[in-house]
T-cell receptor, first 114, second 114 residues
């Protein structure tokens, strides 16, 4: 069965600094998608970034970028120039190409220090 | 981006009563919607996949007679928690699939059973 592991329950970063959240996953599939979702205190899940496994190039969305290492099954999220509004719970997630089900990691709570 | 509306955002009910939660895709049609449950400070666990015009597919360990799902139209899925008990208290989140690769999440419903 596919699993998603986030080994950092909590992290803190100084405002304007850069932080990297770790995620590893386990799958025997070759075609899949990986996601990072943000859940702020409002509890609304927000898609931060998405990576297709067949793409070698790392996805980037403004201050957010990923380091996708397919062979190592690693998918870390880098947040540059951290802002107070980035404080939230971040979930790494996986979905097979042929399935709709999203499997979430346990999350990393990110604190932004002013 | 697409919007998924979930109602109510918070409901308090007495033990033994039933509660209905609605999930609507506001500006797109969703043949598939998903229901998740999130315990405090934990990840989202998929409960069931709701398919328009057919029976929902429940994940292992989820009681289908306890959590009734109806997906009667392309924009509405409902989750009814029947004969709710305090252990059913949780945060319930729906999502709707738009196209093959994108899911949008509702803002969630906090259920408190007294």
């Amino acid at each position: 069965a596919q699993t998603v592991t986030q080994s950092q329950p909590e992290m803190s970063v100084q405002e304007a600094e850069t932080v990297t959240l770790s995620c590893t996953y386990d799958t025997s599939e070759s075609d899949y998608y990986l996601f990072w979702y943000k859940q702020p205190p409002s509890r609304q899940m927000i898609l931060v970034i998405r990576q297709e496994a067949y793409k070698q190039q790392n996805a980037t969305e403004n201050r957010f970028s990923v380091n996708f290492q397919k062979a190592a099954k690693s998918f870390s999220l880098k947040i540059s120039d951290s802002q107070l509004g980035d404080a939230a719970m971040y979930f790494c997630a996986y979905r097979e190409d042929r399935d709709d089900k999203i499997i979430f990691g346990k999350g990393t709570r990110l604190h932004i220090l002013p | 981006g697409a919007v998924v509306s979930q109602h109510p955002s918070w409901v308090i009910c007495k033990s033994g009563t039933s509660v209905k939660i609605e999930c609507r895709s506001l500006d797109f049609q969703a043949t598939t919607m998903f229901w998740y449950r999130q315990f405090p400070k934990q990840s989202l666990m998929l409960m069931a996949t709701s398919n328009e015009g057919s029976k929902a597919t429940y994940e292992q360990g989820v009681e289908k007679d306890k959590f009734l799902i109806n997906h009667a139209s392309l924009t509405l899925s409902t989750l009814t928690v029947t004969s709710a008990h305090p252990e059913d208290s949780s945060f319930y989140i729906c999502s709707a699939r738009q196209g093959p690769n994108i899911q949008y999440f509702g803002a969630g419903t906090r259920l408190s059973v007294l």
